[in-house]
């Protein structure tokens, strides 16, 4: 049995005790233990491994923007132990070959565990892709998205996933609401994409919540909170929806879907998270390279890079006491991992040893320059971050003082 010992996120509070590990996997958590390995962190946090259920790690078919090892190393910098990646690639994963295609051509490249999602377009048989993660589901128009608007459609899809019974997470914009003029500001972006497209849409996968396990992506207005709490359905919100706004000068390197919107919609959503009233963060990263984002604003694609830096951004919050640590770990850990059939997500006898180590005295600014993905630019130049020291993947040492010393050891995972 190895040991970490530290002060541990444990039970809903910090306290000093050990972690025991064995087949990767945590067998006792008790105040003091003795291993074959022991890894004393002293004063430092030891925290679960963040699951972020909202990536698009480009690969395939966009390689320059991104691939599965720089995305997961990122994502490992950041303290993310376990991502989802989104189908939206080149070409799409939205039937049973392009899914084995996809995992094939993966295999032995991820620093992290990861899961696959299966996009569901109007011919997908969503049976056939029984053996991914999730499902996803576009009904407005994104970057490379396989739309499914109309109701015929998503009424099928929904009822076929809920036969599954695993989780289908829904772009939610009204594409009929959705408009088409020449963008010249983050303000035109929100006009063109308003909230009452995210409205709609939610209102519409009220009517389904009963069929399918429907998880809504990336909310971005308060209102859209108001129709969700109590529906039974689960939800996410992005760190850019509520540390970023449309009044701020960020020109295209801002545009991203859903919009950003106003000062008071970021605001609300932030008090929101805050106060333990939004379930689940995600950073729904994704990059483009800096030359596409340095194209006319009408041109630039949407996307936001987000993976490595919106757990540390968030621990740095709680540093700050914006939020209680509580808050935080069950948002962007233990939620995630129950809602997507995790084995992951929380210090417990049982689960992955999938641990982060922190030191709450080591904020540092978020520089471009120092984090791991291929597209070299970030939205959070200079924002305050807490990063981690040291990651246990399913209780391997797979980072120590801010650099990999294994080789990559991420593998898919399988619903707990």
Known sequence: MDVVEGKLFYQGRLQKACVGI???RIVSVRKVLDGDEHH??????????????????????SKHKEDFSSGSLSALHGGVTCVLDMPNTIPPVIDASSLQEKREALAGRSWVDYGLFGGISPRTDV???????????????????VLLSEERDLARALEAVGRTGKVVSVHAEE????????????????????REAELRAVERLMQYRSQARINVCHV?????????????MSFEVTPHHMLLDSSMDLGAWGKVNPP?????????????????????????????????????????????????????????????????????????CSVPARTFGLNKGEIAEGRDADLVVVDPRQLTRISARRLHGKCGWTPYEGREALFPQAVFLRGRLVLRDGASVTERSGREVEHA
């Open 22 to 24: 064995e087949d990767g």
């Open 40 to 61: 004393d962190f002293g004063d430092r946090l030891v925290l679960p491994g963040a699951v972020d259920p909202h990536v698009h790690f480009r690969d395939p078919g």
């Open 127 to 145: 049976a056939s892709m029984a053996s991914c993660h999730a499902y996803k589901v576009f009904m407005g128009s994104s970057t490379q998205s």
């Open 175 to 194: 594409e009929g609401m959705l408009q088409r003029m020449d963008e010249r500001s983050l303000r035109d972006h929100e006009s063109c994409r308003p």
């Open 220 to 232: 971005s207005c308060p209102e859209s909170l108001s129709l969700l709490r109590g529906s039974g």
């Open 260 to 332: 950003l919107r106003r000062r008071a919609d970021r605001e609300a959503l932030f008090a929101a998270f805050c106060s333990g009233d939004i379930p689940m963060l995600a950073t729904d990263h994704a990059p483009h390279a800096h030359e596409e984002k340095e194209r006319g604003f009408g041109e630039a694609p949407s996307g936001i890079p987000g993976v490595e830096t919106g757990y540390a951004m968030m621990l740095a919050l709680v540093k700050r006491g914006f939020m209680p640590l509580e808050v935080l770990m069950r948002a962007a």
